[in-house]
């Protein structure tokens, strides 16, 4: 269960082992394809007067698809998680959470939500030698060169230095 009866902590860690349903609300608007249920698993321990640290793991399954040339696959999420529950205000932390002042339960769900969200790749690549797609006729050059004249037009390369995706080693 991700809801924490806090007495529990009091006298000694408490593990948490659960399975989060893919059309779980928790996961609701995360724009994740999960494949698999996301297993959670770890252990809460107080770490001070009103304060906890959970240490786990988070994994599932993601549908994706390769960046470069589009192509459907899997990937595979498996992280490991520290996060730290206080019940100080203006904790802005990554991995920090604000819990209600004097609460008798602890809800790992957004914690749960909020690290998925970090831990699932943006971007994935099918294999690093991928080819991508041509930008002219978009073609998945690997399968092949495509017919496209080798140089390039203007319009692409003002929108090619535009890419943010890294820095333009090319002039
Ligand atoms: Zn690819
Ligand atoms: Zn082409």
Redesign the pocket.
């Known amino acids: 269960m991700l809801l924490v009866d806090l007495r529990a902590v009091a006298t000694g860690p408490f593990e948490t082992k659960a399975e989060i349903a893919i059309d779980d609300p928790i996961l609701e608007g995360l724009e994740l394809a999960l494949q698999e249920p996301l297993r959670v698993e770890g252990r809460l321990t107080s770490s001070g007067p009103s304060q906890y640290y959970w240490q786990g793991s988070l994994a599932t399954r993601l549908a994706s698809a390769c960046r470069r040339c589009l192509e459907p696959m899997t990937v595979d999420v498996d992280a490991s998680v520290s996060a730290l529950f206080t019940e100080e205000e203006g904790a802005d932390d990554a991995s920090t959470y604000v819990i209600q002042r004097d609460g008798t339960e602890l809800d790992l769900g957004p914690m749960v939500r909020e690290e998925l969200a970090l831990a699932a790749p943006k971007y994935v690549t099918c294999r690093d030698s991928c080819k991508g797609l041509?930008a002219?006729?978009g073609?998945d050059l690997n399968q092949g060169p495509?017919?496209?004249e080798p140089e390039p037009d203007p319009r692409w390369a003002v929108l090619r230095a535009l890419r943010t995706d890294g820095p333009d080693t090319e002039r």
Do not use: A, D, I, N
């Open positions: 041509c002219h006729c073609k495509c017919s496209c």
